[in-house]
Antibody, heavy 119, light 108 residues
């Protein structure tokens, strides 16, 4: 079945970097684009942007430029989110989600990767 | 504005009908989508393109749209439906996704 499996939880110091992986299975990876979504504690989801899985071209939403990088390794059907210069306010659960349908809604989502930034 | 507004909470007794609304200017031109999120789990789509129900979603879940509002209706609510529900739509430009603030459905 279609599945997105993300890497495990991370605890990082301020200023460090983190790389979250999202491994897809059950479908052709390059046929569907990938989104990244942040959910801060007690908050709703916030769309960070998406990456074209054919070209590798990323699109970032305002507020997620500069320190955030989307990338791919199509040989292993995996998408990555890297965040550099971590701040306490980056503490959140990060989800990947596949774009589907004519309107590109999100289905399925990965299980989420909690990232905690604390000194 | 491209914001989506939802009531923070809705409470119903088992077997009753729950209606969760989502309002936003973009909804007059764009489709609405609904996601269910249970504690400790990722969101999952329950309604797409205003009214469509994915396979595997119970028939008691339905969606409707009117003007700048979309509504998620859960008929015959069950205890397992207790969750947070988020609406989503493209912004008015169609180039960005926006989520509502979420509605916590409590089954009394």
């Amino acid at each position: 079945q279609v599945q997105l499996v993300q890497s495990g939880s991370e605890l990082k110091r301020p200023g460090a970097s983190v790389k979250v992986s999202c491994k897809a299975s059950g479908y052709s990876f390059t046929n569907y684009h990938m989104n990244w979504i942040r959910q801060a504690p007690g908050q709703g989801p916030e769309w960070m942007g998406w990456i074209n899985t054919n070209t590798g071209n990323p699109t970032y939403v305002q507020g997620f430029t500069g320190r955030f990088v989307f990338s791919l390794d199509t040989s292993v059907s995996t998408a990555y989110l890297q965040i550099s210069s971590l701040k306490a306010e980056d503490t959140a659960i990060y989800y990947c989600a596949r774009s589907v349908g004519s309107e590109n809604w999100f289905d399925p989502w990965g299980q989420g990767t909690p990232v905690t930034v604390s000194s | 504005s491209d914001e989506l507004t939802q009531p923070p909470s809705v409470s119903v007794s088992p077997g009753q009908t729950a209606r969760i609304t989502c309002s936003g200017d973009a909804l007059s031109k764009q489709y609405g989508f609904w996601y269910q999120q249970k504690p400790g789990q990722a969101p999952a789509v329950v309604i797409y393109k205003d009214t469509e129900r994915p396979s595997g979603i119970p028939e008691r879940f339905s969606g409707s749209s009117s003007g700048t509002r979309v509504t998620l209706t859960i008929s015959g609510v069950q205890a397992e439906d207790e969750a947070d529900y988020y609406c989503q739509s493209p912004d008015s430009s169609g180039k960005s996704w926006v989520f509502g603030g979420g509605t916590k459905l409590t089954v009394l």
